[in-house]
């Protein structure tokens, strides 16, 4: 893969590194829990990732629970030694990052509440992967949790033959930039000369397509590899087996049926849920999957499946939702529609379910406890009600609506809720991470571990202020004053206003509150 065989291809060529919100142990635990397991606390957790490459998915963690501990392994040594670089930069001492090879670490390490492979097991050899599970079986704690991601089989089988073409042009090429230039021109070329009206053809010319927003690094890692492969769930659940792991659920869950609709969902619904792998392998086979987020759990532990009634009572919940204006000719009576941050628009009729949206769309990004909802959204729709409210009867209502609206992915469930804040406060703060992130990027890491790009250099700068020691007419100041700074230092700088306003700084303020970026 790379001139010089003794080098590590992530050192020649570094993969992007950034949070996966999928990943996080409190998204892991909940989900845990909610399948009636014990998972460790985010406050009090022990977190293994492997394949942590630079740090950008574990360092906001760490960051995020001082008092947790948390271990990155990476065989490339040009990563680690960023990601140490990143830790004495922001002063963490809970997390370490360590050079070593997958297939040498032993049961010294430690035992894991939590174990994190995003990104590796399609893509190294066979001895890695089946090294990858045994460490699950051998690391994780008694009620952990192990996540591995991994391309799937069918739906990467359409991927494979636009690899076929790539790889077979590249076979003997070795620099990384070359080989990428040469496969993007290779597929081009023959997507264009095949039969459109061929399903080949037709799979070629949507895959040069989905590549052209791909960035060279990801295209060298992913598609480039030779050794790379796809998996069908059940090869995976077969390797845990061997290991004494059972699977728990995907990192998407609850959305239990993903992208089938109609006769697909029907069809799902007569397999049994437990044991799962038959419904979950018919899934893939239904929609083409390409690509799973697996859980495993020790084998030993009787796990609880099924949503019903009462299922979020334990939890915090949150929404990115807003109602939807419409004007008098789209209005229905009694029905208001709501939208969310996913781009699902949903109409609502029951009263205690719209004051119920409402109230988790004023207090987003900060999460809302099932009992306090459950109570404010029935006030409230008592207090609109005629005589003859059912409180009882309208509760139940409202628990079947919001397990329906959680089944579809659009509710955030969390045990235990994240920092947030749910507005400006007298003295802002953002999380030492993003502002350490925005010093250097427009990428940074949310408190919901998602990642989110801030929109130009004032916007960042704005960011890297929000230490918790300004208020905001210090605020205005200091990006008034940056805006001197910047047009003596260019006096042509490009983009940027000649003053900021306090009402623009109020703005930048609630954007950031929404975006999930201020600490509670």
């Known amino acids: 893969m790379t001139s010089d065989p003794a080098i590590n ?56 629970y001082p008092e947790s501990r948390f271990l990155g392994i990476d065989l490339s040594g040009d990563s680690i030694r960023k990601a140490n670089e990143a830790v004495a930069e922001l002063a963490l001492t809970n997390i370490v990052f360590e050079q070593a090879d997958i297939l040498a670490l032993t049961p010294e390490i430690g035992i894991f509440d ?44 359409f991927r494979d033959l636009a690899r076929d073409v790539m790889l077979f042009e590249t076979r003997d090429i070795a620099d990384p930039r070359e080989r990428v230039r040469v496969a993007r021109a290779a597929l081009k070329a023959y997507a264009e000369a095949s039969d459109p009206d061929s399903y080949h053809g037709a799979i ?14 990801v ?39 993903g992208a089938a609709k109609g006769p697909a969902q029907r069809m799902l619904a007569e397999i049994p849920a437990d044991p799962p792998l038959a419904r979950e392998q018919a899934l893939d ?10 859980l495993l759990c020790r084998g030993d532990i009787r796990l609880r499946r099924g ?41 609502v009729d029951l009263p205690a379910c719209k004051a119920a949206l409402g109230i988790l769309g004023e207090a987003w990004p900060a999460s809302i406890a099932y009992p306090d909802l459950m109570r404010r959204s029935l006030d409230a729709a008592a207090a609109e009600a005629a005589a003859g409210f059912d409180r009882e009867r309208e509760a139940a209502r409202l628990d079947e609506a919001l ?46 571990h998602r990642t989110v790009m801030l929109d130009g250099v004032l916007v960042r700068k704005f960011v890297c202020l929000l230490d918790g020691s300004r208020d905001q007419a210090m605020l205005l100041d200091e990006m008034n004053s940056f805006l001197d700074e910047a047009r003596t230092a260019v006096p042509a700088a490009s983009g940027l206003p000649d003053r900021v306003t306090a009402a623009e700084v109020a703005m930048h303020l609630q954007d950031v509150v929404r975006l999930g970026l201020l600490h509670g």
């Open 219 to 257: 295209l060298y890692h992913d598609d480039l590899n030779p050794i790379a492969r796809p998996f069908a769930l059940h090869e995976v659940l077969a390797a845990g087996e061997r290991h004494g792991l059972q699977f728990l659920a995907e990192a998407s869950f609850p959305n239990p049926y």
């Open 307 to 347: 949503i019903g009634a009462g299922s979020l009572e334990p939890y915090c919940l949150a929404a990115d939702v807003r109602p939807v204006r419409e004007s008098e000719e789209e209005r229905k009576p009694g029905v208001e529609r709501f939208a969310f941050q996913e781009g699902v628009k949903l109409s």
């Open 403 to 448: 397990i329906a609206i959680f089944k579809t992915g659009l509710l955030d469930v969390r045990l235990v809720a994240p920092p947030l804040a749910p507005s400006r406060g007298a003295r802002p703060l953002a999380s030492p991470v993003v502002r350490w992130q925005a010093s250097t990027s427009a990428e940074v890491t949310d408190l919901r």
């Open 285 to 294: 086979l239904l929609i083409g999957r390409a690509f799973r987020e697996t």
């Open 9 to 64: 291809p992530y050192d020649a060529v570094a993969y992007p590194g950034h949070s996966f919100a999928q990943t996080h142990p409190a998204r892991l635990g909940t989900i845990a829990h909610f399948h009636g397991m014990r998972p460790a606390p985010p406050a009090a957790m022990r977190v293994l990732e492997l394949g942590c490459g630079r740090g950008g998915n574990l360092i906001p963690m760490a960051a995020q």
């Open 204 to 217: 070629l010319r949507q895959r040069e397509k989905q590549i052209e927003d791909t960035p060279d690094s």
């Open 114 to 157: 939590y174990i994190i492979v995003h990104g590796v097991y399609s893509w190294v050899p066979d001895p890695v992967r089946e090294r990858i599970i045994a460490l699950f079986g051998t690391l994780l704690a008694p009620q952990g949790v192990a996540y591995v991601s991994y391309n799937a089989l069918p739906g990467c089988r």
